[in-house]
């Protein structure tokens, strides 16, 4: 063997030993998550941590990193592995089907999505869910006894199931008071009418005082002599770590306050990323196997099946206080009161 070919093998081998085997990965492989409808901070800020650890390994061994697309027309999103669905978000032209898995971020009740053919799971706390721990902790923690509701059928519903005793009930469907009808109100209102906004200025107007309750007090303030009460699938101001690590990140990330939607999207994207680690990244084995997936402790609490398509029932019902802060009263997971 002469010299030039002993080098020829020499460089050879020296390349051999730096060069990767044929069968390994080099790079994550993309997986796309979608988000129907307008913007999605709290999905963005999930895929954006979920990256940086270099991605995760999926059921079959490959590393997967996640992508995120944000779109209104639901023909972008069929590739994704997963889509987590704005509420109120509707669709009118062809119907579209979907395999992947579905999350609404919706309280409302219902888990349909127009001209949509997917299987849907909720991805916040029901609306009934939500209003039986309001009414439970307007009952027996503020010792409501008298109440009027205005505009809700479904609240009725709540307060009957209260435990020892419901309280006494009036209700009115019409959403503007006379000056006579709040002299005849007790000191007690759950409001879901249309602009609550308009509602604390009748208030104002009324000089009513005592405790209104409502489904959204966002961005409002009580007037003077009022409590006002609300509650969430989850809060910001909400003092447990994971709560904690979220909402700073989230500050820094967008210079914002983050909503209970953003922590919902946040916490759903991370369930997708554990689901392919444990199922891998085939849609109609994502969907079949999440009603019977093992209980996820996120953000918000224990995401798990309930029913199968129901996958979360956090609670936290909250006063807001007349600087604008606000009084975590009570904090439930499926019922049960959290520490």
Request: aromatic share 8%; hydrophobic share 45%.
């Given at each position: 063997?002469?010299?030039?070919?002993?080098?020829?093998?020499?460089?050879?081998?020296?390349?051999?030993?730096?060069?990767?085997p044929a069968?390994?990965?080099?790079?994550?492989?993309?997986?796309?998550?979608?988000?129907?409808?307008?913007?999605?901070?709290?999905?963005?800020?999930?895929?954006a941590e979920i990256n940086k650890e270099?991605?995760?390994?999926?059921?079959?061994?490959?590393t997967y990193r996640f992508e995120g697309r944000v779109s209104k027309n639901p023909a972008e999103l069929v590739d994704a592995v997963a889509v987590?669905?704005?509420?109120?978000?509707?669709?009118?032209?062809?119907?579209?089907?979907?395999?992947?898995?579905?999350?609404?971020?919706?309280?409302?009740?219902?888990?349909?999505?127009?001209?949509?053919?997917?299987?849907?799971?909720?991805?916040?706390?029901?609306?009934?869910?939500?209003n039986d721990a309001l009414a439970d902790v307007l009952v027996n923690s503020?010792?409501?006894t008298q109440i009027t509701v205005i505009g809700s059928d479904t609240f009725l519903d709540s307060l009957a199931r209260v435990v020892p005793a419901p309280p006494t009930i009036q209700h009115f469907r019409?959403?503007?008071?006379?000056?006579?009808?709040?002299?005849?109100?007790p000191l007690a209102i759950f409001y879901d009418g249309m602009d609550a906004a308009a509602f604390l200025d009748q208030i104002k107007?009324?000089?009513?005082?005592?405790?209104?309750?409502?489904?959204?007090?966002?961005?409002?303030?009580?007037?003077?002599?009022?409590?006002?009460?609300?509650?969430?699938?989850?809060l910001p101001a909400l003092d447990d770590a994971l709560s904690r690590k979220f909402t700073i990140a989230y500050r820094v990330a967008y210079d914002e306050e983050p909503t209970a939607l953003d922590v919902a999207a946040y916490d759903l994207t991370w369930a997708v990323r554990l689901l392919v680690t444990r199922t891998g990244i085939d849609v109609r084995r994502l969907v079949a196997?999440?009603?019977?997936?093992?209980?996820?402790?996120?953000?918000?609490?224990?995401?798990q099946p309930y029913g199968g398509r129901e996958l979360i029932r956090t609670v936290t019902v909250y006063e807001v206080l007349p600087d604008g802060d606000f009084q975590v009263l009570s904090r439930r997971d499926n019922g049960i009161l959290q520490k």
């Open positions: 063997m002469t010299r030039a070919t002993l080098r020829g093998w020499a460089i050879l081998l020296f390349l051999m030993g730096f060069m990767p069968h390994a990965q080099t790079d994550p492989i993309p997986l796309l998550i979608g988000f129907y409808g307008d913007s999605s901070h709290g999905m963005e800020l999930a895929i270099g991605g995760f390994k999926g059921a079959d061994g490959k987590l669905a704005q509420p109120d978000i509707d669709y009118s032209g062809e119907p579209v089907a979907w395999q992947m898995p579905v999350f609404l971020l919706s309280p409302e009740a219902g888990l349909g999505l127009h001209n949509i053919q997917a299987t849907v799971f909720r991805g916040m706390t029901d609306q009934m869910i939500q503020l010792d409501v019409k959403e503007t008071l006379t000056q006579e009808q709040f002299n005849q109100v107007a009324a000089d009513w005082r005592g405790i209104l309750a409502l489904k959204h007090a966002e961005n409002l303030t009580p007037p003077e002599g009022v409590r006002l009460i609300s509650c969430a699938s989850w196997a999440l009603p019977q997936t093992a209980v996820m402790l996120t953000t918000q609490g224990q995401i």
